[in-house]
């Protein structure tokens, strides 16, 4: 954990805790399909405020409030494979930078592969997914 900043010096707790139980995220979206080559790419960029910095899935809490950049980027290819059948692979990336609690920085990678057929009355498909994540610089698979 990083606590470089005095007690005090957040600007969210001069101000009163306005944010006491809330996350607060701004995203600058940016999605693109480049053109009908199956190809497409997407970055978000933005920051947010969370009152009580956590990871769920880990059951790990901070009881403090931290303020974080986030970045994500991902890139798809979609390919039929005839009338009825088609192929998608994804990559996608995730980066979290807090302020204070580099301890709660994450990272993640993820891959996909999906396969769908159409049936008529229903679709058929089978999907894979990896993950890679890194929580405060440590893998976890």
């Known amino acids: 954990m990083n606590r470089n900043r005095p007690h ?11 944010f006491t139980a809330a996350v ?8 693109a399909a480049l053109g009908d080559s199956g ?8 920051a947010r405020y969370d009152s009580n ?4 899935d880990l059951d790990r809490s901070s009881g403090e409030g931290d303020f974080a950049a986030l970045l994500a980027a991902g890139i798809g290819y979609e ?11 994804g990559y996608n990336f995730g980066q979290s930078l807090h302020a204070d609690f580099d301890d ?13 057929f159409d049936a008529g009355v229903a679709t058929l498909g089978t999907s894979y997914q990896y993950v890679h994540a890194r929580l405060a610089r440590k893998s976890h698979r």
């Open 8 to 18: 005090g010096s957040n600007p969210i707790e001069r101000h009163g805790r306005r």
């Open 24 to 31: 607060v995220t701004a995203l600058m979206p940016y999605g």
């Open 39 to 46: 190809l497409s790419a997407n970055l978000e960029l933005g």
């Open 53 to 56: 910095v956590a990871v769920i």
């Open 79 to 89: 390919q039929p494979l005839g009338e009825k059948t088609s192929v998608k692979v």
């Open 104 to 116: 709660f920085d994450l990272q993640t990678h993820r891959g996909s592969i999906d396969a769908r």
